[in-house]
């Protein structure tokens, strides 16, 4: 079964700190991608930051990277230096094959960063 | 370039009604998907089309819900007849193909249109 878990229902983290939203995956697929993607209370989904499996390096999008350890199937999304506007939900996602690609998604961590 | 096109924004209806939403994706970007958001959770894919062809429709209700996307552009979501339990936010995004699993197929989201079924 294709999945992806979020453990962490809610995250707070001191501003200017750095804090790890946690992201584990479930597939057979060899080939697949992993995305972060950040939700405001605005509600737009917003892209943050990719992964391929087939990646050797972690990826990096400025204050934010994500930390994939393919044998662990992780990919838990390290943001660094926190902002007040970093508030918001944060997802994981993967895109998979299943008789056509698709991208399913995690149920999200609540980030509160504190003044 | 313009973002995806959502409306309505905010809807509310009564149980039994019917509602109709509309998605205008990016320019050039072939496939099309409708996310149901319940509150506190993440986003299901109900559909996804690829130009105007239906990719995945698994978890599309098929006896309340319909879909469609004329000449591979903009696309319309129905519920008929709602239920209570279709409150959520209903999310259209759309993606290029190039590459199933690069970076350049990142899921482009329009800001959402919010049903409230009384």
């Known amino acids: 079964a294709q999945k992806i878990t979020q453990t962490q229902p809610g995250m707070f983290v001191q501003e200017k700190e750095a804090v790890t939203l946690d992201c584990t995956y479930d597939t057979s697929d060899q080939s697949y991608g992993l995305f972060w993607y950040k939700q405001p209370s605005s509600g737009e989904m917003i892209f943050l930051i990719y992964q391929g499996s087939y990646d050797e390096q972690n990826a990096t999008e400025g204050r934010y990277s994500l930390n994939f350890q393919k044998a662990r199937k992780s990919a838990n999304l390290v943001i660094s230096a926190s902002q007040l506007g970093d508030s918001a939900m944060y997802f994981c996602?993967?895109?998979?094959?299943?008789?056509?690609?698709?991208?399913?998604f995690g149920a999200g961590t609540r980030l509160f960063v504190k003044a | 370039e313009a973002g995806v096109a959502q409306s309505p924004r905010y809807k509310i209806i009564e149980k039994r009604q019917s509602v109709a939403f509309w998605c205008n994706p990016i320019s050039g970007h072939a496939t099309l998907y409708w996310y149901q958001q319940i509150l506190g959770q993440g986003p299901k894919l109900l559909i996804q089309?690829?130009?105007?062809?239906?990719?995945?429709d698994s978890q599309l209700p098929k006896d309340r819900f319909s879909a469609e996307r004329l000449k591979g552009v903009d696309s319309t979501l129905k519920i008929q007849p709602a239920k209570l339990e279709d409150s959520a936010v209903y999310l259209c995004?759309?993606?290029?193909?190039?590459?199933?699993?690069?970076?350049?197929?990142?899921?482009?989201f329009g800001a959402g249109s919010r049903l409230t079924v009384l």
């Open positions: 089309f690829q130009n105007n062809g239906v990719v995945d």
């Open positions: 996602a993967m895109r998979v094959n299943t008789g056509g690609f698709k991208t399913i």
């Open positions: 995004a759309s993606s290029p193909i190039r590459g199933a699993y690069s970076g350049a197929n990142v899921l482009t």
